[in-house]
């Protein structure tokens, strides 16, 4: 293998990973083409891998902004083959539950290398933003994951969507090209975040009632009847664990309410189901 290198994908000269990355990604696609998923998992965590190796290792004669650039292009990719290898692990073996576990570990680790390249939080909020709500996503999904989860998951989660949403605190309009619905769709995602991370891990019952509410009231005034409808339902999760039968029924009424005024015909079923339980 030879020694000098841009970065992990876009290569302008000879790397010691070009060639490995080229070769892995052909295999890859070529599974993906004849259907081959589970195969194809244990490839895109190889390429993660591989990827993840090689950025540190970068061009001298290549200026920082390009640099910087390409980490952060090779990031997105790590995390791209990282959570399709997690979602295709489908064999329920010790050895696939380790690869399994194995993928989670470089999912995180990927997305804690993205936050440490942004040398200065305060100028790149969006970035940092993003980079928070990654770390929490992907603990989140761990946590519910039963092949996968550990006791800490949610802790986790909910310690990287409070980071976010301090940044999010000093954000504005601004930020997200003077794009108010853009703006307020963040914020309505922190607040459902939260909500159903406070409502599972049940620490603060008032936090989460305020967070989901909040959810609502926002997906109300984006117009975004899915999230509405998704934000009840988790409302209706947190009265179960109060056996709080009214409660539930209420919300699940505005569940029904929602799916049947706005068309969203592929969750009525459940719904119905949800409500035969709390008659």
């Not at 990719?77 to 979602?87: C, G, N, Q």
Request: aromatic share 10%.
């Amino acid at each position: 293998m030879g020694k000098l290198v841009t970065y992990a994908i876009g290569y302008t000269t000879v790397s010691p990973y070009a060639q490995e990355i080229k070769d892995l990604t052909r295999h890859y696609e070529r599974e993906l083409k004849q259907n081959r998923y589970n195969k194809a998992a244990h490839i895109a965590q190889c390429l993660a891998e591989t990827i993840l190796e090689g950025l540190d290792v970068v061009d001298p004669d290549l200026p920082e902004s390009e640099v910087e650039r390409d980490r952060m292009k090779a990031i997105k990719k790590v995390a791209e083959y990282s959570t399709f290898s997690v979602k295709y692990f489908d064999q329920e073996t010790e050895q696939e539950d380790m690869a399994k576990m194995k993928a989670y570990d470089l999912a995180i680790k990927c997305s804690h290398r993205s936050l440490s390249f942004i040398v200065d939080k305060e100028s790149n909020k969006v970035a940092t933003q993003r980079a928070y709500k990654l770390i929490g996503d992907i603990y989140f999904t761990k946590a519910c994951d039963p092949r996968a989860a550990r006791y800490d998951d949610l802790i986790n989660s909910k310690k990287s969507y409070l980071l976010e949403k301090k940044v999010l605190d000093t954000m504005d309009r601004e930020d997200v090209d003077k794009d108010p619905e853009v703006w307020m769709n963040l914020k309505r995602m922190s607040y459902f975040n939260l909500g159903v991370i406070e409502s599972k891990l049940y620490t603060s019952p008032v936090t989460a009632m305020e967070c989901l509410t909040e959810a609502i009231e926002l997906a109300k005034k984006l117009g975004d009847h899915g999230s509405q409808r998704e934000a009840w339902w988790e409302m209706a999760n947190f009265y179960k664990r109060t056996d709080d039968y009214v409660k539930i029924k209420q919300c699940l009424m505005k569940e029904m309410e929602i799916i049947r005024q706005y068309n969203l015909v592929e969750h009525e079923v459940a719904c119905l189901m949800e409500r035969s339980k709390w008659k």
